[in-house]
């Protein structure tokens, strides 16, 4: 497809489960990014991958979240034994040359 | 610490009529900002962008305006209309670093 795409759409897990949220940038775009919004605020930076350099991971919350990206290819954000606190919208978006980013649809994760 | 602030978190504006939002941020190194747009359910998607070079950038009904000095831009919209209904968030990075920093966003409301 065209854009950035991410599953799945909605995810709806008991607290202490482990979760994987997938994301497909565009294709070429050498920059992928996570971003977490919960309800009422603004996007929260996760994790930033650039071509073969090492990520930036100073956005992840706790050693909960991991993310891997295959190449410059699909990225996976994993959270493990999710809490509450947790259930929010996981963005992905993904970026070429410039500074602006594209972004999926979003997962909505929702812990109970 | 929030680098980036939207300080109105809804407004509401006749149809017609121009729409203004507000962005401020606190970091003197933030040298290029960006304006997203996201419907409810969807990703955001860029709408305009400035740099620090210039104080102003217009792109059909939307204008970004930039005062460094005071450390504050917004976004105009004029005419208003309807589909321009969403939540507004304004963004900043440093020019060689592509990671963006989100304000909370404004929620837009076009009234017919």
């Known amino acids: 497809g065209a854009g950035v795409s991410q599953s799945p759409s909605n995810k709806v897990t008991e607290k202490g489960k482990d979760v994987e949220l997938r994301c497909d940038p565009i294709s070429g775009h050498t920059a992928l990014y996570w971003y977490r919004q919960r309800l009422g605020q603004g996007l929260e930076f996760l994790i930033y991958?650039?071509?073969?350099?090492?990520?930036?991971k100073s956005g992840l919350p706790s050693d909960r979240f991991s993310a891997e990206r295959t190449g410059e290819s699909v990225s996976t954000l994993t959270i493990q034994r999710t809490q509450q606190e947790d259930s929010a919208v996981y963005l992905c978006?993904?970026?070429?040359?410039?500074?602006?980013?594209?972004f999926g649809p979003g997962t909505r994760l929702t812990v109970t | 610490d929030q680098q980036v602030k939207q300080n109105s978190p809804s407004l509401s504006v006749q149809e017609g009529r121009i729409s203004i939002l507000n962005c401020d941020y606190t970091n003197s190194m933030f040298d290029y900002f960006l304006w997203y747009k996201k419907y409810p359910a969807e990703g955001p998607t860029f709408l305009i962008s400035i740099s620090s070079i210039k104080d102003k950038n217009e792109d059909g009904r939307f204008t970004v305006f930039l005062n460094k000095s005071a450390k504050h831009l917004s976004l105009h919209i004029v005419p208003s209309q309807p589909g321009d209904s969403a939540v507004y968030f304004c963004a900043a990075s440093v020019i060689g670093n592509e990671k963006l920093t989100f304000g909370t966003g404004t929620r837009l409301t076009i009234i017919p």
């Open positions: 991958f650039q071509g073969n350099s090492a990520p930036d």
């Open positions: 978006a993904s970026s070429g040359n410039g500074y602006e980013q594209y």
